[in-house]
């Protein structure tokens, strides 16, 4: 059932033009091959419980960088990046530290994309015009 949940979320958010521009870099799917999903999980749990899940988080809104982690890049793509895009993507209001179980769901969110990405494949970049002129 929570499978079938994250499933429902990751399409609904992947139709956000601004989401859906989000991909895993080649040293992002490097770090993954070789830590694997069991350390990514505790990384992404680690990031979770000490940048996201506290009532007033420190800098909210800047406080997940771009990329350089597998784990931040798929925060912006999941919109679990900072406590607004929480409360107008996923409905979990501000003020208030996040639950066990809102946690979990934002964890197991973060790590479906990831698997999702890396099932996938490096993306190609289009290729550039054959002249300009």
Not at 7 to 19: G, T
Request: aromatic fraction near 6%.
């Amino acid at each position: 059932m929570e499978q079938d949940r994250l499933d429902a979320v990751l399409e609904r958010i992947a139709r956000i033009p601004f989401r859906a521009k989000f991909h895993l870099r080649p040293a992002e799917r490097e770090y993954v091959a070789l830590r694997g999903m069991v350390a990514v999980r505790r990384h992404a749990r680690e990031l979770i419980d000490s940048r996201l899940a506290p009532a007033c988080p420190v800098r909210d809104g800047r406080q997940t960088p771009w990329g350089g982690h597998p784990v931040f890049r798929a925060q912006h793509a999941t919109a679990t990046c900072c406590r607004t895009c929480l409360q107008i993507n996923h409905g979990i209001a501000k003020g208030r530290e996040l639950s066990e179980q809102e946690r979990e769901r934002v964890v197991g969110l973060i790590c479906l994309w990831i698997e999702r990405e890396c099932r996938a494949g490096p993306r190609r970049l289009p290729d550039p015009p054959a002249t300009l002129f």
